[in-house]
């Protein structure tokens, strides 16, 4: 294995040699080990790794049946900082050796293109919980003003607010009835947020504070190995292309973007999300 490669001691790592008095600690390679097992399988939690050196049969194999508790994995992730930088930097060195990183460069950046679509299209549970009590804040309002109308002595003009009234609180009781229909589909996408209008653009926060656009995130990767293409790359539409390069040549309102950061006469892929 690789971590059984390395030279631990020569990495600075701490417990390498035990101590000549007391009960041995842990090795450092069994700590790493874990520290690689969580990192791949996105257990960060010290406590979530200690459990799953007591459960999971994987785990029990990789460290020898040894099950070191919480506050040692922890500790170890930061007495050994830099010891854990130089295992990183030492596994780059290993991944050029075999060939399967290149010296190519790669650039990659994003930006956020506005949709065609209302932000008050757009439902998250937030914006349907902030709705509804904007909804039946309204609601209590105009029962509240009919009470008060009850009380008064019967005119025209009181009849006729009272009939608005009712035709108002009519529309909220239907805008209520909508808004627990667009919940469901909220609440049952992967991603709990809908576009009525348009379903694939969603919610994105802006550098502006308190500011947001309904719309797409275009991520945008060059490299500096492979030839242009003649082509829109796979995914993006021949429709979208002829956009997608004159945003990258900085040629939209608004983009700002350098040709040298995005260029073009390589081979681009466009992924938006």
Excluded at 81 to 92: I, Q, T
Excluded at 211 to 218: A, F, K, R
Excluded at 236 to 250: E, L, N
Aim: hydrophobic fraction near 35%.
């Amino acid at each position: 294995m690789f971590v059984d490669t390395l030279d631990l001691a020569e990495m600075s790592f701490e417990g390498v040699e035990p101590a000549a008095t007391g009960r041995p600690s842990y090795h450092p390679s069994v700590l790493l080990k874990q520290y690689i097992y969580g990192y791949l399988n996105r257990v960060q939690s010290s406590r979530r790794l200690e459990r799953e050196a007591g459960r999971n049969v994987e785990v029990m194999w990789l460290l020898g049946r040894l099950a070191p508790d919480h506050k040692t994995i922890a500790d170890f992730r930061k007495d050994d900082g830099l010891a854990l930088r130089k295992v990183c930097a030492r596994f780059v060195e290993l991944c050029r050796e075999m060939g399967l990183l290149t010296t190519a460069s790669v650039a990659i950046d994003g930006s956020k293109f506005k949709a065609v679509h209302n932000r008050d299209r757009n439902f998250t549970r937030a914006k349907v919980e902030r709705r509804r009590a904007q909804l039946e804040e309204s609601v209590a309002r105009y029962l509240s003003q009919l009470d008060t109308a009850d009380r008064q002595e019967p005119t025209e003009a009181l009849a006729a607010k009272v009939t608005r009234l009712t035709e108002k609180l009519t529309k909220l009781k239907e805008e209520l009835g909508k808004l627990t229909v667009y919940e469901k589909q909220m609440l049952a996408s992967p991603d709990q947020q809908i576009s009525l209008t348009d379903p694939d653009s969603r919610s994105m926060a802006t550098s502006g504070r308190g500011s947001g656009v309904v719309g797409y995130n275009v991520q945008v990767a060059v490299d500096t190995e492979h030839h242009p293409s003649s082509s829109p790359p796979a995914g993006v539409s021949s429709s979208a292309w002829p956009r997608c390069v004159a945003y990258c040549r900085g040629r939209l309102p608004g983009s700002n973007r350098s040709p040298a950061r995005c260029d073009l006469s390589q081979r681009t892929v466009f992924s938006m999300s």
